[in-house]
């Protein structure tokens, strides 16, 4: 077990939503004066133009895409878009890539190859490209099951899970060794509800993750986890066309192994958990009652 230092403080999550993003940019500046551990920029709103931009309000804290999917872009267009960031940014920016998800590349209209091969062949891409664009940042992937972290030892700096279990992290780096080195970074993005009334913050969570367990690859993840009862009945009411009950499949103990549910102090110490496992904790915000701009801001009082 890690020692966590007692100025420790989780990553975040931030959103550039449509019509919020200076606001945005100005939560991202409050989480750098609270010595906030790292920005996370998942793929909504623009996950690449965020960034460019927090190479300019910010100065000193690392913020990284999370994730930024490979068929969004060209390889050379996302090495030179990254290099860019990399020098703008004075090194704080890193790429975070992954395949996403079944939805997005329908949306997309991509045929997606096998996402190991796919991941595999974009990175390479990006680095043959990187004498003519400039040096790249250091490139994260975005992981579940443990082919995937095999393959980010390999080739990159860094793996980020979103929604793992925190029973299952340190089997799961046990059995690559390689990926708990010093100088490889872990994380995860953890749905996390501040609020003293636990089943309604639970609620919320439970919400989040009907989509991520509509994902066969996520429920795939989740048996491996040891979840196996929850996500057979999850996938049988799927297949039945009865969806409206996914949340009432979800056990409290599953859901407290992947989100996190419940006071300030609850919230603290379960952060400080993961961190115990060499993984850093990304707070991914959602409130009881309101937006993102009040869950981030709750969390801010955590740690003041």
């Known amino acids: 077990m890690l020692k966590v230092d007692a100025s420790f403080r989780p990553a975040l999550s931030i959103v550039a939503s449509p019509t919020k993003r200076r606001a945005i940019l100005e939560l ?33 804290i690392n913020y990284w895409t999370s994730i930024q999917p490979i068929y969004y872009s060209h390889p050379v267009e996302m090495a030179n878009t ?36 796919d991941t595999a062949a ?17 490139i994260y992937l975005a992981t579940l099951r443990n082919k995937m ?20 992290m340190s089997k799961q780096l046990s059995e690559v060794p390689n990926a708990v080195r010093d ?47 929850e996500m057979d009945a999850i996938e049988a009411a799927i297949e039945a066309g009865n969806k409206d009950v996914l949340p009432s499949l979800m056990s409290d103990k599953w859901l407290d192994d992947n989100t996190i549910s419940g006071s300030a102090s609850h919230v603290r110490a379960r952060f400080e958990e993961w961190a115990h496992t060499g993984v850093t904790p990304i707070a991914v ?9 009040k869950a981030i801001n709750q969390l801010f009082d955590v740690y003041n």
């Open 28 to 60: 991202a500046v409050e989480a750098e004066n609270k010595g906030i551990s790292g920005l996370a920029c998942p793929s909504l709103g623009g996950t690449m133009g965020l960034c460019v931009s927090l190479a300019h309000v910010t100065s000193r």
């Open 82 to 117: 990254a290099s860019h960031i990399n020098e703008m940014s004075d090194g704080r920016f890193r790429l975070g890539l992954g395949v996403s998800h079944g939805p997005v590349t329908d949306r997309l209209g991509v045929e997606p190859g096998k996402p190991l091969a």
């Open 122 to 138: 974009y990175v390479a891409a990006m680095r043959a490209n990187e004498r003519f664009g400039g040096q790249l940042p250091p």
């Open 149 to 168: 972290l095999q393959l980010s030892t390999e080739i990159s700096e860094g793996a980020i899970w979103a929604n793992a279990s925190l029973s299952h």
């Open 183 to 229: 100088d490889f970074f872990l994380a995860n993005m953890i749905p996390t509800v501040i609020d003293d009334d636990v089943e309604a913050a639970r609620a919320v969570n439970r919400r989040t993750l009907t989509g991520y367990v509509s994902l066969p690859n996520y429920r795939n993840y989740w048996r491996a986890a040891g979840y196996v009862e």
């Open 285 to 293: 915000m959602s409130s009881t009652t309101g937006g993102q701009v």
